[in-house]
């Protein structure tokens, strides 16, 4: 079975950094597409950063040139840097995978991992 487990939340003041890392297991890593959500008190989830499985990224503007997804296929798992931090990014994170689970036959779709909470003050 697919899981993905998120990491490195926490409290940071404004302007300082962080970085989060979804560890994944039980996915084709290589083939999937990873992606970072955030969803904060009130609000929907909003996509911020995917990276393909080719390496490419791509983000919603508003963390455009703050924040940097990363993935490393030999250690299965997927980072997003984030610098510069605002309190509006304040949310809970979670770590998303577009793909399919090994050995399951049709299997390929989007999986979630439970979030890591991320908060900053100003």
């Known amino acids: 079975q697919v899981q993905l487990v998120e990491s490195g939340g926490g409290l940071v003041q404004a302007g300082g950094s962080l970085r989060l890392s979804c560890a994944a297991s039980?996915?084709?890593?290589?083939?999937?597409?990873m992606r970072w959500y955030r969803q904060g008190p009130g609000n929907q989830r909003l996509s911020v950063a995917a990276i393909t499985s080719d390496g490419s990224a791509d983000y919603v503007d508003s963390v455009k040139g703050r924040f940097t997804i990363s993935r490393d296929n030999a250690k299965n798992t997927v980072s997003l840097q984030m610098n510069s931090l605002k309190p509006e990014d304040t949310a809970v994170y979670y770590c998303a995978a577009d793909g399919a689970a090994i050995g399951i036959p049709y299997s390929s779709r989007r999986y979630w991992g439970q979030g890591t909470q991320v908060t900053v003050s100003s």
């Open positions: 039980g996915i084709i890593f290589s083939k999937a597409t």
